[in-house]
């Protein structure tokens, strides 16, 4: 029963981490959405990876890495909205043009 709530919570957040990176314009609030997606998966497969008597090992060291990795682009995107902030004044991307 623990883990069909785990699995629940996982496809929840993963499910309002699209709907905010779809809805929200400011760079930074993506970067936080596509976070919360992430989050949301990490706690699908340590569900998915638990079975009856022990936790199986290979979904938990997926978990780490993706952890990792995570942070890791995490730490990039900031650093790539400050930058954009800092050279257009703004944390937003442009809106399109319509060619001529």
């Known amino acids: 029963m623990s883990l069909s709530i785990f699995a629940l919570t996982g496809a929840a957040l993963v499910g309002i981490g699209i709907y905010g990176l779809l809805a929200q314009a400011h760079l930074l609030r993506r970067v936080i959405a596509f976070n919360l ?14 079975r009856g008597i022990g936790i199986d090992p ?3 060291a997926l978990i780490i890495t993706g952890i990792v990795v995570a942070l890791s682009a995490s730490a990039l995107a900031v ?3 400050v930058a954009l ?3 257009t004044g703004r944390a937003t991307l442009p809106d399109e043009e319509t060619p001529r």
Not at 37 to 44: D, P, Q, V, W
């Open 85 to 87: 902030a800092r050279a």
């Open 37 to 50: 997606i992430g989050s949301g998966l990490f706690l699908f497969l340590g569900a998915a990876g638990s």
């Open 79 to 81: 650093t790539l909205v």
């Open 58 to 60: 290979i979904p938990q």
